[in-house]
Structure formats: C-alpha cells, structure tokens
C-alpha cells in the first residue's frame, strides 16, 4: 500500500510564501495536490507525471508551481503570493494513471491520498 506524508503547512499572513512536501513510499506515476476548504469540496490544484508534464488549475496559475523528484519519490508545491482564500487543507494524491491531466477535475477516482497539512493565511 503506497504511503503519503505531506509536510511544510502552516501559519502565514497574505502575501507570503509557502512549500509543501509530499513523500511517497514508491514509485508512482501521477502525483497532484488538492485542497479543501471547511464546508467546500476537495478541489484539484496542480498535477504531474513522472516525465514532468504539469497540470494546474485556472485558479492557481501563476501561484502555485509544481514539481517532483522521481528518484525520491517526492512532490513539491510552492505557493507563492497567499490569499486569505488560499486557507484549507492541503491534500497530496496519486494514481497510477495513465491519465495524469484528468484527476484535478475528477478526485473521486484518485487512488491514493495522504493525510493533509492545514495551511492557514491571515490578512
């Protein structure tokens, strides 16, 4: 059973800058990162495939950079320019594929998740 452990969430006033970290125990091919706010449904964010291909949602360009190190099996989301609006839970999620780009608008057939990191942006 592949494991996700997600890290680098926290506290910070808008306009800061924030880096997740998600480690996974194996290979996998699609990694991604959604987020949920409280009383909101788990949105997809960004995602890429193991030959580096990216994905982001029309709510983050220009925000939210994605990247992964395959040969250590860790995803990376920098978040840059924080918003008040950007406060959630922040989800790191993988799938075998082979279809890397369509899991940001379908989260229900994503197969792995981690437990989250909260990150919270005051004004």
């Known amino acids: 059973q592949l494991q996700l452990v997600e890290s680098g969430g926290g506290s910070v006033q808008s306009g800061g800058s924030l880096r997740l970290s998600c480690a996974a125990s194996e290979y996998i091919y699609c990694m991604g990162w959604f987020r949920q706010a409280p009383d909101k449904g788990r949105e997809g964010l960004a995602a890429?495939?193991?030959?580096?291909?990216?994905t982001y949602a029309d709510s983050v360009k220009g925000r939210f950079t994605i990247s992964k190190d395959n040969t250590a099996n860790t995803l990376i989301l920098q978040i840059n320019s924080l918003k008040p609006e950007d406060t959630a839970m922040y989800y790191c999620a993988a799938d075998p594929g082979p279809d890397c780009k369509s899991i940001l608008a379908e989260p229900m057939r994503v197969v792995y998740w981690g437990q989250g990191t909260q990150v919270t942006v005051s004004s």
């Open positions: 890429i495939d193991s030959y580096g291909l990216t």
